[in-house]
């Protein structure tokens, strides 16, 4: 279960993050390379923000459901857990803020 814990708040965060594929900065090769997936992941913007909140909530679950259980949460758990929440809030409400600082 401890895997479960801390995959879910990185899947959050790589989900939030795919909404910015467009606006990465990329050299040559790999613009030409991304191009077409940054098009077709922009087309899918709005389910990687669900999919980002839905892990989230999963995460938030499996972290503090096992309160109620007999074994103790780990910090590091904890600590990713809220770093990922700070991350999809941050590119959820800032998606230009964000996209210029990837940007340069």
Known sequence: MRVAERATPVAAVVAALSTLACCLP????GAIGLAGLSVWAQ??????????????????VQLYRGQSQ???????????????????????????????????
């Open 43 to 60: 087309s899918f913007r709005s389910w990687f923000l669900g999919l980002a909140l839905v892990l989230l909530v999963a995460g938030f």
């Open 26 to 29: 990329l050299g040559l090769l």
């Open 70 to 104: 007999c074994r103790k949460r780990s910090p590091l758990s904890v600590a990713m857990l809220w770093v990922a929440t700070a991350i999809v809030l941050v590119v959820i409400l800032f998606p230009q803020m964000i996209a210029s600082l990837l940007a340069g």
